[in-house]
Structures are given as structure tokens and as C-alpha cells.
């Protein structure tokens, strides 16, 4: 078993539409959690990273976090065409507020919004 | 201000060949990591290395090492080559403090034949 999973997709929506990204993890001693976008040929980018369980947003995402349930949840508002992409979400351990480096990834979901 | 520098961009090897890839961290990080994504995959992690000693290494055999130079720059050398070592490889530097805020360089697609 994978300590992350994540549903490839491929995601395919309307311009405008609400879009919900998930991921479950295995793994308790996770405490940071991540969301990268990866465009074609690109490195990933990283759009909201949260330490602690609830929410929290920046402009059209929203990064959800339940660590009881070990899942995690990124929401876009409003998409638009250029949040076509792949979105990879990423888990990293540590104690109180320093993190232990390597990220575990998703295997990444391909996203398209189609105006 | 430049983000993370790799290179080269793209590679062609024969199977049984050794390939070094170099990566430039962001001004201001000293900790370099590398990731290996294989097509469809999320990233794996390789190792990481900072004051020039590999901290952390994932699940990845002897052929991978790895080497970061005094001004925080790094080589990732791939021994004996394999079909299967066919991937994007990337790095990614951080601040040693916030280890979780990591910039990715737009990687080295590295092909095996």
C-alpha cells in the first residue's frame, strides 16, 4: 500500500466550475501538507502548504486538511483554463515546527478546465 | 532573482552508462533535494544533502549518488544505467529552516536506450 494515494484522473470541468482535489495518507507521523501544480515540462510549483488540521485559503484555493481521517482536500474556485494542469499533493514528517525534508508525493491528478 | 537551475534539459544514455546531472539552488537556499518522476508518477525522493552531507535518502539503490559543492550547488550521478532509470529528474532547494517550502527546477529528462 502506498503511503499516499491519490486519484489520477483525469478531471475534466467547465470553466467556472468548483474543483475538488483529494488525497488519503497512511502515514501519522505526517504533519505538513502540500499542494503543487505541475504544468507540461514544468517543475512543480507549490500553491498552499498547512501544518495543523481545518482549513485555509488563498484567493480561489482552498487547502483542506483532517488529520483523524488522514485526508486532505484542495478546492478551486471560479477555474479557469490556465488551472489546467497536473496537481500533486505532497506530506512531509516532523516534530513542532521543523519538518523532515523528503516530501512524499501523490501519484498527481491531470485537471482540465475547458472554457 | 533566478529560481532552481538544472542541467542539462534533456539527455539521451545507452543502458550500462553513467550520467551526471547539476542543479543550482535558489539564491538564499542551502539545502538541495532530488526527486526522480517517472511519466504519470508524482515524484520520488532520492536524497537529500545539506553543508555538503547527504542527510536523508529515500528507496533508491547505490547506483544513485550524489555530491553538493561549498556554494550550495549540486550533482546527482547515476551509475550503470538502466532502461528503467528513464525519468524526469528534478531538484529542489529549500532554506534549511523551512524545509517544507521547496522550489522545484524544471528538471533533466534523462532517456535510456
Known amino acids: 500500500q502506498k503511503e499516499v494515494e491519490q486519484d489520477p484522473g483525469p478531471l475534466s470541468v467547465p470553466e467556472g466550475a468548483i474543483v475538488s482535489l483529494n488525497c488519503t495518507y497512511s502515514n501519522s507521523a505526517f504533519q505538513y501538507f502540500m499542494w503543487y501544480r505541475q504544468y507540461s515540462r514544468k517543475g512543480p510549483e507549490l500553491l498552499m502548504y498547512?501544518?495543523?488540521?481545518g482549513n485555509k485559503e488563498d484567493g480561489r484555493f482552498t487547502a483542506q486538511v483532517d488529520k483523524s481521517s488522514k485526508y486532505i482536500s484542495l478546492f478551486i474556485r471560479d477555474s479557469q483554463p490556465s488551472d489546467s494542469a497536473t496537481y500533486l499533493c505532497a506530506m512531509s514528517e516532523g516534530v513542532g515546527g521543523t519538518s523532515y525534508g523528503k516530501l512524499t508525493f501523490g501519484q498527481g491528478t491531470i485537471l482540465t478546465v475547458h472554457p | 532573482d533566478a529560481g532552481v537551475t538544472q542541467s542539462p534539459t534533456h539527455l539521451i544514455k545507452t543502458r550500462g552508462q553513467q550520467v551526471t546531472l547539476r542543479c543550482s539552488p535558489k539564491?538564499?537556499?542551502?539545502?538541495v533535494s532530488w526527486y526522480q518522476q517517472a511519466l504519470g508518477q508524482g515524484p520520488q525522493f532520492i536524497f537529500q544533502y545539506y553543508e555538503e552531507e547527504e542527510r536523508q535518502r529515500g528507496n533508491f539503490p547505490d547506483r544513485f549518488s550524489g555530491h553538493q559543492f561549498p556554494n550550495y550547488s549540486s550533482e546527482l550521478n547515476v551509475n550503470a544505467l538502466l532502461l528503467g532509470d528513464s525519468a524526469l529528474y528534478l531538484c529542489a532547494s529549500s532554506p534549511m529552516q523551512v524545509n517544507y517550502g521547496y522550489t522545484f527546477g524544471s528538471g533533466t529528462r534523462l532517456t535510456v536506450v
Open positions: 539564491s538564499g537556499h542551502d539545502t
Open positions: 498547512t501544518y495543523s488540521s
